[in-house]
């Protein structure tokens, strides 16, 4: 029900932007968030958006850096990501859920619907 695509091969400095689609169901009620996952390490917040108010939320590792942004109409959710370095290399999921509380925003095990992942590499 959540497809993310636009990862790839980018050099450090450079940028991407990754898109999330929903399909079967609307997600336009739902908080919707970016998890990344490098090889070896847990799943780990990246970004987050409220539906109630558009509040944006970003892990301290890409705030400045990255942008959520939403599209209702469209039922698509962006990830803009600047400034790329290594350490940003992993496979990148998108998330959502309805009934998200703004503690939980950043917890993985609370957001029952997710897309397959998409590989971010940022080479040095």
């Known amino acids: 029900q959540l497809q993310a695509s636009g990862g790839g091969l980018v050099q450090a400095g450079g940028s991407l932007r990754l898109s999330c689609t929903a399909s079967?169901?609307?997600?336009?009620?739902?908080?919707l968030a970016w998890f990344r996952q490098a090889t070896g390490k847990e799943r780990e917040f990246a970004a987050a958006l409220k539906s109630t108010n558009s509040n944006a939320f970003y892990a301290d590792s890409v705030k400045g850096r990255f942008t959520i942004s939403r599209d209702n109409a469209q039922g698509t959710l962006y990830l803009q990501m600047n400034s790329l370095k290594p350490e940003d290399t992993a496979v990148y999921y998108c998330?959502?859920?309805?009934?998200?509380?703004?503690?939980?925003?950043?917890?993985?095990?609370?957001?029952?619907?997710w897309g397959q992942g998409t590989l971010v590499t940022v080479s040095s």
């Open positions: 079967g169901r609307t997600f336009s009620g739902y908080t």
């Open positions: 998330a959502a859920d309805p009934r998200i509380i703004l503690s939980s925003i950043r917890s993985a095990r609370e957001y029952d619907y």
